[in-house]
């Protein structure tokens, strides 16, 4: 078993996130986790042929969680994509052993396929986009389960910055610029996620949406009305 702390996101140091690994743990005890924890938002299983972490995050991972998601959110208003957010919804395959629950999770390219329904994850195509919010030094590395699952890009914010992973070749590679949301930059994520840190909600909220608004005019279609 193993127990982790935190790294502060923000320069202050906070309490120790609840994080454990244990080892050696069937398939059928997971899911019998999984059942004994529907309908609860904490804590986070992530499963990969025996090892099991659980997480229960702290105040920083999910505030960093939810700028994140705002992110998303906002600019693709702002940018006309059509989406439909799954946030921690549980992705497991018996066949593969393997089950996890992002931080948050987004469908873009596949949200067609999947509005209005009921997601089936051993049929259906998994999220386009999964956020993974990382302030610990020992969490299991969950790369390999978004492998599997074949999620075609990964978000992961570690030590202050946001990393886009894009899955090429049976690997993700680091890139620096979104699928999901062409144009978005790593720089750009992580700069905006600093700036949630010196504003206000409201006006850091506008900040983005004026920010969104300026790349579109630069990028997007010039007949855009709302523009």
Not at 93 to 107: N, T
Not at 173 to 190: F, I, R, W
Not at 219 to 227: C, I, Q, R, V
Request: glycine share 4%; net charge negative.
């Amino acid at each position: 078993m193993v127990a982790t702390e935190t790294r502060a996101i923000t320069g202050v140091q906070t309490l120790p996130e609840r994080r454990v690994v244990l080892h050696d743990v069937s398939w059928e005890t997971y899911e019998q986790l999984l059942a004994d924890q529907a309908g609860k938002r904490v804590p986070h299983l992530n499963y990969i042929e025996g090892a099991l972490e659980i997480v229960s995050p702290t105040q920083e991972h999910e505030q960093a969680n939810v700028v994140l998601a705002w992110i998303v959110e906002i600019l693709a208003e702002e940018w006309s994509i059509d989406f439909s957010s799954v946030a921690s919804m549980t992705f497991k395959r018996a066949a593969l052993k393997r089950g996890f629950e992002a931080d948050s999770s987004y469908y873009f390219q596949n949200e067609a396929r999947v509005r209005h329904k009921k997601i089936d994850p051993d049929v259906d195509p998994p999220p386009d986009l999964v956020i993974e919010i990382d302030v610990t030094d020992d969490s299991m590395n969950k790369l390999p389960l978004y492998v599997a699952f074949r999620v075609p890009e990964v978000w992961r914010f570690v030590d202050g910055r946001v990393e886009i992973r894009i899955f090429r070749n049976g690997s993700y590679v680091n890139v620096g610029e979104s699928l999901a949301l062409p144009v978005l930059t790593s720089d750009d994520l992580t700069r905006l996620v600093a700036e949630a840190q010196t504003r206000t909600v409201l006006a850091w909220r506008r900040h983005v949406r004026d920010w969104a608004r300026s790349r579109r005019r630069a990028t997007g279609p010039a007949s855009d009305p709302s523009l």
